[in-house]
C-alpha cells in the first residue's frame, strides 16, 4: 500500500514551483506518492501554510523573499520536527551548503537536477536519509565531518585530490617547484601546474596564501 506524503514547495519562481508540482504530482517512488499540498512564492507564503498544517515534505529554494534566508529552515523544523527539508538550489558553494545543513536542512539538490533525481531525493527524505546531489559535496551533514580528520575535510571542501594535498602539504614546508617535484618523483612542469590548480581551487595567488592555509587547516 502506497504511502501519501504531504509536501510544500517554495520558491521564488512560479514557473519553476509549479514545474515541480507538476512533476511529483503524479509520480511515484518506491512506497510513496506525493501530493502538492502548497507553493509558495515568499515567506509569508510559506508561514500562512504552516500555521494550518505541517508537510511531510517541504521543498525550499531559501532565497525566497521575506523569507530571512536560511532561517526558514529553523523554523519549519521548530513549527514541525518531523517535517524533511530538501533545499533546491543553483549554488554549489560549499560552504552554502554545510550552512544548510547546519539551519536543519535533511537534503540539498541542484536546480540543473533531473526528474529522475528529484524523485530520488524525495524518496530518500521520505524514508528518512539524507540527500546531497550529484556533483556536490561527498559529505552530507556537519555531523559526518565531525568524525573526519582536518586534512580530509580540508581536501572534500575545496575537491582538493590526494596528489594536491600531498603537494600543499609539501608548499606549506616552503619547498620550490623543483623540490618538491625531486621529493615526489614528478616533473617541475608537473608540480608547476598541480600548484596552479591548488592555487585555482583555493581561490588565491601567492604561495604566501598557500602556506598560510596549510597551517591554518593543520596539514604541516
Known amino acids: 500500500m502506497l504511502r501519501h506524503l504531504d509536501i510544500l514547495v517554495a520558491d521564488h519562481h512560479p514557473i519553476f514551483a509549479e514545474g515541480i508540482r507538476s512533476l511529483l504530482s ?20 510559506v508561514e ?13 529554494d531559501p532565497d525566497l523573499p521575506d ?5 526558514i529552515v529553523a523554523s519549519v523544523k ?10 533546491l538550489n543553483g549554488s554549489v558553494d560549499p560552504l ?9 536542512a535533511d ?28 556533483g556536490l559535496m561527498p559529505f552530507a551533514t556537519q555531523q559526518e565531518a565531525d568524525g573526519l580528520s582536518p586534512e580530509i575535510r580540508f581536501a572534500r571542501q575545496y575537491q ?25 618523483f614528478i616533473s617541475d612542469q608537473t608540480a608547476s601546474v598541480h600548484r596552479k590548480n591548488i592555487m ?13 592555509l596549510a597551517f591554518e587547516n593543520h596539514l604541516v
Open 67 to 71: 523569507a530571512e534566508g536560511l532561517k
Open 107 to 134: 537534503g540539498y539538490m541542484l536546480k540543473s537536477g533531473t526528474h529522475e533525481e528529484l524523485l530520488k531525493a524525495v524518496g530518500e527524505l521520505a524514508e528518512g536519509r539524507t540527500y546531497v546531489g550529484r
Open 78 to 87: 521548530q513549527s514541525g520536527p518531523k517535517t524533511r527539508v530538501l533545499i
Open 26 to 45: 503524479n509520480s511515484k517512488e518506491g512506497e510513496f506518492s506525493f501530493h502538492i499540498k502548497g507553493v509558495a512564492v515568499n515567506g509569508s507564503q
Open 160 to 184: 582538493l585530490t590526494k596528489r594536491e594535498i600531498e603537494i600543499l602539504k609539501l608548499i606549506g614546508q616552503a619547498l620550490t617547484n623543483k623540490e618538491i617535484a625531486e621529493r615526489i
Open 48 to 60: 500562512e501554510y504552516l500555521d494550518n498544517s505541517q508537510p511531510d515534505l517541504f521543498l525550499l
Open 200 to 212: 585555482r581551487k583555493l581561490g588565491v595567488n601567492s604561495t604566501g596564501a598557500l602556506i598560510k
Open 96 to 104: 552554502q551548503i554545510q550552512a544548510a545543513f547546519r539551519a536543519g
